[in-house]
């Protein structure tokens, strides 16, 4: 193969209310839009865009798949590289972020808390635990 599959370049998640995925996605990670429809907003995360594309629209991107509606269940979780988890978590309850759990040491040596957007996809922030810590 003369392409590599290791650039990820776009993640596409099923939402609900363009509007309000927008509110939350701006208010949570103080990202711009750099893309919007009445179907979908884009945000960029450095390399790579987090799509949030309205599960109405969802079906004609992925057929003959099938879009699994919101009460299936977490089937993922997004994972952002932090430098201080406690900081970034002190940080979202100002932006009005209830935690899902968290912050707290991980066996495999990170520091994580999770929390859900609007549609339920959940996102986690991770720091390496300092190796003085990590005991």
Request: net charge negative; glycine share 6%.
């Amino acid at each position: 193969m003369s392409e590599s599959l290791k650039s990820l370049g776009a993640i596409t998640m099923f939402i609900e209310a363009t509007q309000r995925s927008k509110s939350f996605y701006k208010k949570v990670f103080d990202a711009p839009a750099v893309y919007e429809d009445e179907n979908a907003v884009a945000f960029e995360f450095e390399n790579t865009v987090v799509n949030l594309l309205r599960t109405s629209a969802a079906h004609e991107l992925i057929a003959p798949a099938a879009v699994a509606g919101g009460e299936a269940g977490s089937r993922f979780q997004l994972t952002i590289w932090v430098e201080d988890a406690d900081a970034v978590c002190a940080d979202l309850a100002r932006r009005g972020v209830e935690l899902l759990n968290g912050p707290m040491n991980r066996e495999w040596g990170l520091r994580t808390a999770s929390f859900t957007d609007p549609d339920g996809h959940i996102w986690e922030v991770a720091a390496k635990i300092p190796d003085d810590q990590s005991s």
